[in-house]
């Protein structure tokens, strides 16, 4: 019988994690589709004129892997929230030096705070600037931050934000619901 494709994405994290670099050439090919719908996901947010390919973000966010000395991945669930997280911060990167640039040129993505992260008729902010709130944030209350990052830039559901931040769904849900808060607050003043 063959294996559950998520038990071995487990099992190959916890290798990785012991520092078998094979468990990652292995890992890749089980999520490669996945971290390319997340990146497809994430472009699609971003201006129509963007250079950045789907692959090349993906590509970006393997090395940047591949390149952690620390690898405490607990699950498929906690590595994909990881690697949204690293590419979040590529494409903030990427942003910031465009927008350098284009000395100041905005652009906007369709990033929205709202209870679907993804929904599409909620004017969105820019993701420089939902970058820096979501920073103060995560100062302010480390746990928000990683609520907000998690289920915007990690596309995660509230169950899979609990189980990852190992908190209650309603606890996620009460985070959530204050982060977008403060955060609209932030980018709209």
Known sequence: MAENPRTEVSELLIKWGYGDQEALN?????????????????????????????TALVHEAYLKLIDQKHH?????????????????????????????KR??????????????PEAPDVKSPDLIMLDDALSALSVMDPQQGRVVELRVFGGLTVEE???????????????????RAWLRRQITN
């Open 26 to 54: 292995q890992l890749m090919p089980l999520v490669y589709d996945e971290l390319r719908r997340m990146a497809r996901r994430y472009l699609r947010q971003e201006r129509p004129d963007h250079t950045l390919q789907t």
């Open 72 to 100: 405490d991945l607990q699950n498929r669930v906690h590595f994909f929230a990881i690697t949204a997280q690293m590419m979040r911060r590529i494409l903030v990167d990427y942003a910031r030096g465009h927008q350098a």
């Open 103 to 116: 000395r100041g040129g905005a652009h906007f993505i369709k990033l929205a705070l709202d209870e679907t």
């Open 161 to 179: 934000t609990a189980k990852v931040l190992k908190i209650s769904p309603r606890t996620v849900k009460r985070e959530w619901s204050m982060a």
